[in-house]
């Protein structure tokens, strides 16, 4: 099955708004809202999937990440962390001797 099909059965499962562009172009404050919302809406051209619009929590970034957002740049994740998630701790220690001497090195090759 192609991924195009995948993509709209999916759509048409989970509930998702499938708009062709002349509708979305007609009612594009209506489905912005949507997405504003939480909803998220499936883009069509000529009932082929071509994109989708997804929301973008903005109140969770600061106004430099909104910025960044805004131009591309930044891309923000589709799940968020648990609030109880922490990185795991680096196995072993290596002494600051060690350490030194392997920026000692680094910096010899440069």
């Not at 708009?19 to 489905?31: F, Q, R, T, W």
């Not at 131009?71 to 998630?85: D, E, I, Q, S």
Request: hydrophobic content about 40%; aromatic content about 4%.
């Amino acid at each position: 099955m192609q991924l195009v099909t995948k993509l709209v059965i999916f759509a048409m499962l989970s509930g998702m708004k499938t708009v062709n562009i002349a509708e979305l172009k007609a009612h594009l404050s209506a489905h912005l809202q949507l997405v504003k919302s939480g909803e998220e809406v499936l883009v069509c051209e000529r009932n082929k999937p071509v994109a989708r619009i997804v929301p973008c929590p903005a109140e969770d970034y600061s106004e430099q990440e909104q910025r960044l957002i805004a131009k591309g740049v930044l891309v923000p994740p589709r799940n968020k962390r648990p609030a109880n998630f922490s990185w795991p701790k680096p196995p072993g220690r290596v002494s600051r001797k060690a350490m030194e001497r392997i920026w000692r090195e680094e910096r010899e090759d440069r």
